[in-house]
């Protein structure tokens, strides 16, 4: 039997789902678009899909690809996708399937514990802190124990933990099989089993950094597949356009400082000051960052600190261009002084060469920064903690159709690229996610990741919006363009969200509004404790997860949470844990951003209208992708709120009301307070409309 004869019957009443699994409820959408793929892997091309909340599209792809018998690389957005994919949804279907299906999990570098690295860490100066030396010494116990090397084994670790980068390698700092601990070396296990294993579960980050790596001669092969699959595949553009550029970080050179002070003294002290050069290094990488916080913090070209600082120019905007180029030359000079003294001393230790080679990519790149921006691309600065220049293509779609897609004969760099026999029979590529754009050639999505050609295929949703969720947007709320806007929303959050008992999230557009509103509400309930305020950053994305779901359990009180940024997907809280989203305004790109301008830049000297073919694109998939997170069970009610009356008032509103899900919609204020206290009712058959 044929794989797209055998998909549909897996899937059908009475098939193997349905005898596995009681809850199983068999769904035209996902049988749609599990033949569709099957289609694809069995005639090879490009797939792409939207498949709506509800839908089941991680079964849709993983049947097919599973029965296909062929190595397969799935691709996610996250690493807590790629647990979930390789812990849970793969060994299920393979066990429910009865096929025996080997399996390998691979995150990038900083997810390892590096053993060489750690033991090295004690000679940091970091870990002279208590807190840190005792974070140091908790992973030094679950090393002697763990068999992958995976840090997310290690539970309480905190993601911002400043021990991570002393116990993990970079691209940069890894020996290799230079290194005395190779043979025990957990990166280079997950990629032995990767490359004897059927499906290998990879993440986007991971599959662009190593198509950018493999480029510049320093291949890190992921195995040989014939089905490629990416999941949340709205998120790879970004993601592509981040690791096809160039970047350089004053954090990568104070690592640099860091490591050549621990190398020089463990292995050639007294052969070089290694003291002195590492200080110059750290300080000649602070004041190139200090040449920048000038400018901004004392508000000379009015950016606040964490923006992007366009750099269109010879120098950064509201940059001295005379302060800039002599802070590049001083790091320059500083890390050529540091060089000079690691060539005497090379040979003696793997640390010490590939000191050498980290310094001699490090001034490369700072060369390439000193020079004019490469033509099709756009430069900034990103300016936060640490400060870090980025060179990046406005999109991946060249990449995609010329490196990506098809496998060139040799590399830029003209060495043969190994054979790949897949490629020959005809590879199939599938993409899918639960939003790739608001019409229907999904041109969001296949314009920017050169997929033109690609089928398309869209499957709605399965849940009943009209019934189990309403639209509402506040008239009386100011415009967005209102200094008073933020506050006005928290103070209408904190009115809707008493009732419900918290059980309400909200979504903000810029990290301004977001303490605002966290801080107003934090201020309502401060005496009172009648909620709990979760405003993301205060902990870890995880943490504050879990204390939502929680909810008003165990003597605590509900809760709100006020979020940015990677809140908008990936945030699944299905239930009665979450009623009410509030979406501050419309997500339009920011204006001021050196990426946005640059691709608006580029359409209107094409002849096109930005704001009609970017602009008000992105701000139809950020809002679909903001209101999916309110209905994610057949059972689920709630509101959405969107506090920019734009949406109703503009000509364009129509265009982003009908990239929404068929919510019912809530024209005054009486009816959304009937709304609300139906939602205070435990009944889960009531509407939500009244």
């Known amino acids: ?99 025996p299906v080997r399996m390998a999990l691979l995150k990038g570098r900083a997810s390892y514990l590096c053993l060489h690295r750690m033991q090295q860490a004690r000679l940091d100066v970091q870990a002279q802190d208590r807190g840190v030396a005792r974070v140091l010494a908790k992973v030094e116990d679950w090393s002697r124990q763990t068999v992958s090397g995976d840090l997310a084994e290690l539970t309480g670790l905190d993601e911002r933990s400043p021990v991570i980068p002393l116990v993990t390698s970079t691209r940069e700092n890894c020996l290799g099989s230079s290194c ?28 662009f950094a190593d198509v950018a790596v493999r480029e510049s001669g320093m291949a890190e092969l992921l195995p040989t597949v014939r089905v490629v699959v990416f999941d949340e595949a709205h998120q790879i553009n970004e993601t592509g356009v981040q690791f096809l550029g160039t970047q350089m970080s004053t954090g990568q050179w104070m690592d640099f400082a860091r490591d050549l002070l621990i190398g020089g003294l463990q292995h050639a002290r007294g052969l070089a000051d290694w003291a002195g050069l ?58 050529a002084q540091s060089l000079e003294a690691l060539d005497t001393v090379s040979e003696i230790s793997p640390d010490l060469e590939r000191l050498y080679e980290r310094g001699s990519a490090l001034l490369a790149r700072l060369a390439r920064f000193s020079g004019p921006c490469q033509a099709d ?46 490629a020959n029979m005809g590879r199939a590529w599938i993409f899918t996610s639960a939003t790739l754009g608001a019409d229907e050639a999904l041109t969001w999505f296949t314009e920017r990741a050169g997929l033109k050609d690609a089928r398309i295929l869209r499957v709605a949703s399965p849940f009943d919006y009209a019934r189990q969720a309403a639209l509402y947007v506040p008239r009386q709320l100011p415009s967005p363009a209102d200094p008073s806007h933020s506050r006005s929303v928290a103070e209408w959050v904190a009115l809707a969200a008493e009732p419900l008992g918290g059980r309400t999230l909200v979504l903000t557009t810029t990290l301004k509004a977001l ?176």
């Open 1 to 99: 039997m044929s794989l797209v004869a055998m998909v549909p019957e897996v899937f059908a009443p009475g098939g193997v789902l349905a005898r596995a699994d009681g809850h199983f409820q068999p769904r035209d959408g996902q049988t749609q678009m599990a033949i569709a793929v099957a289609e694809t892997i069995a005639e090879g091309g490009a797939l792409v899909v939207e498949a709506g909340t509800g839908v089941g599209k991680t079964y849709a792809y993983l049947v097919p690809a599973l029965l296909s018998g062929e190595r397969v690389l799935l691709s996610t957005a996250t690493k807590a996708l790629q647990d979930q994919l390789f812990a849970r949804d793969l060994p299920r279907l393979a066990q429910i399937l009865g096929l």
């Open 278 to 335: 590492s200080q110059l290094l750290e300080l000649s990488a602070q004041d190139l960052r200090l040449v920048v916080g000038n400018a901004i913090f004392e508000g000379a070209n009015g950016v606040a600190a964490g923006a992007r600082v366009r750099w269109t120019e010879e120098a950064p905007e509201g940059l001295s261009g005379a302060a800039w180029h002599a802070a590049l030359r001083a790091l320059g000079s500083a890390c």
């Open 515 to 690: 303490r605002i509103i966290g801080d107003a509400l934090k201020e309502r309930w401060q005496t009172s404790g009648a909620l709990e305020v979760l405003v993301q950053g205060e902990w870890p994305k995880r943490r504050l997860m879990e204390r939502f779901r929680e909810g008003a359990s165990h003597g605590r009180p509900g809760c709100v949470l006020v979020a940015s940024a990677s809140f908008w997907e990936g945030f699944d809280v299905p239930g009665d844990a979450l009623q009410l989203v509030v979406i501050d305004k419309l997500p339009f790109p920011p204006p001021g951003d050196p990426l946005v301008e640059a691709r608006t830049q580029h359409i209107e000297r094409a002849g096109g209208k930005a704001f009609t073919s970017y602009a008000l694109p992105e701000a139809a998939v950020a809002l679909k992708q903001g209101a999916g997170r309110l209905i994610r069970h057949e059972t689920d009610r709630g509101i959405l709120v969107v506090g920019d009356t734009r949406l109703v008032t503009m000509g364009y509103g129509k265009r982003l009301l009908a990239a929404l899900p068929p919510m019912c919609r809530l024209e005054s204020p009486e009816e959304f307070e009937s709304a609300l206290m139906a939602l205070t009712k435990p009944s889960t058959t009531d509407p939500t409309c009244p």
């Open 377 to 422: 691309a756009v430069r900034w600065l990103d300016v936060g903690n640490q400060l870090r220049l980025i060179e990046s293509p406005l999109d991946i779609a060249d990449a995609m159709r010329t490196r990506i897609l098809t496998s060139p004969a040799e590399t830029s760099e003209g060495e043969a690229w190994p054979e790949e026999p897949a």
């Open 180 to 207: 005395p601990r190779f043979r025990e070396c957990h990166v280079h296990r997950a990629r032995r089993e990767a490359l004897a294993a059927d499906i290998v579960v990879i993440n986007h980050h991971l599959f």
